[in-house]
């Protein structure tokens, strides 16, 4: 199989820069290594003495875990570098003195004595402000020379619609004429990043699958990729609707995935070309809003709505009680803890194919 294409790319937005067979070879190779793990084989010379560094600036179980663990079972070296720890990357114009240090030294050194930097940033550490993150993870990119990953940005969680398009290859064989439905779910909190929701219907209409995205008023997502979605079902003859009705997106899916996230209220907008804010985030609208979405909870009623073998997704960790019942999370059509577990094998597909394994 030729890899030799992926050698030393970044993994930052690759719904938007990957192509579709980029997409097929990475869950092709993530299978492999299941398979290899499952059988118990040694894969530990596959990225032998590579080293991986990362740098969680949220919580994390799933990414944290399957990239410790993923990137020791291929061989290689997990160096944790924890904000606090360390001088916090900043980006110019936001540094402090001897509480920052400059992404440009940083991710020069870090390339200079490791193999690829994975970095998670979204919300918070943004300040809420809205692709803040995407632009200091793309300064990384700019001036390392090894690979940079996007581990969750404000915009884009890559990894995980990786594991996820694995799960439903799993379950369903194929993509194509699969409904897949991208739904709003309630919380309590109404601050949550838009970038599950957002890297799932760009790689699901990418996959060709037929994707409706059900929401309440006021959780539109960003224009940028409702756009590309658009574009992705007419490319690959697939089909992509919005709708504000929740059992509408319930009816006749083969593959539910309602998930939260926060209101477009609830971040900063900045004009990407100068700079300049545009639109503050507005918490009383936020919210207001999220009062009125409490009726998106996910029981067992609105389960009996989907397809015969249909099945419920979610990325985790799940607001249960808010989001969906334990009825629901823990029941038969539910694959949460089956995408949980192929972020592994995604993850370890993702450093083979960037960071240089033999396969
Ligand atoms: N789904 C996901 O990214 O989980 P973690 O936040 O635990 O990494």
């Not at 990957?18 to 793990?37: A, V």
């Not at 003495?49 to 291929?74: E, H, P, V």
């Not at 919300?123 to 402000?129: M, R």
């Not at 004429?177 to 919380?187: E, W």
């Amino acid at each position: 199989m030729k890899t030799s294409n992926f050698l030393g790319r970044d993994w930052i937005e690759p719904e938007l820069d990957y192509s579709r067979e980029e997409w097929k070879t990475l869950m092709d190779i993530g299978f492999e290594l299941k398979r290899r793990f499952a059988l118990g084989q040694d894969t530990t010379d596959i990225l032998k003495s590579k080293t991986l560094f990362t740098m969680f600036f949220n919580q994390s179980l799933r990414t944290r875990s399957t990239f410790d663990a993923g990137i020791q079972q291929l061989g290689g070296i997990h160096s944790s570098l924890e904000p606090g720890k360390t001088y916090t990357p900043a980006r110019k114009g936001f540094d402090i003195p001897y509480e920052t240090e400059r992404i440009s030294d940083v991710a020069r050194m870090l390339s200079r004595v490791g193999d690829a930097i994975a970095i998670r940033m979204y919300g918070p550490p943004s300040g809420w402000n809205y692709g803040f993150s995407d632009e200091t993870i793309k300064e990384f990119a700019y001036y390392a020379d090894c690979p940079i990953i996007n581990m969750e940005s404000d915009k884009y969680h890559p990894c995980q619609a990786l594991a996820d398009l694995m799960t439903i290859k799993e379950k369903f064989g194929s993509f194509k004429g699969k409904k897949l439905t991208m739904s709003f779910a309630y919380s309590g909190s109404i601050e949550k990043p838009r970038a599950v929701p957002q890297s799932v219907i760009l790689a699901s209409t990418l996959m060709g699958m037929d994707v409706t995205l059900a929401h309440p008023e006021g959780y539109d997502l960003d224009p940028t990729v409702i756009e590309k979605c658009k574009a992705n079902a007419g490319q690959y003859d697939g089909s992509f609707k919005i709708t504000n009705d929740f059992d509408e997106g319930f009816e006749g899916a083969d593959i539910v995935y309602p998930k939260s996230w926060g209101s477009h209220t609830c971040f900063n907008y900045y004009d990407e070309e100068t700079g300049k804010k545009i639109k503050d985030q507005d918490h009383d609208e936020a919210r207001r809003v999220n009062e009125l979405a409490k009726g998106w909870m996910t029981t067992q009623k609105q389960m009996d709505k989907v397809n015969k073998n249909g099945v419920y997704m979610h990325c985790l960790p799940a607001d249960r009680g808010q989001e969906v019942t334990d009825e629901v999370i823990d029941g038969p059509q539910s694959v949460v803890i089956d995408e949980a577990e192929n972020r592994l094998h995604a993850h370890k597909a993702i450093m083979a194919l960037l960071m240089g394994g033999r396969l």
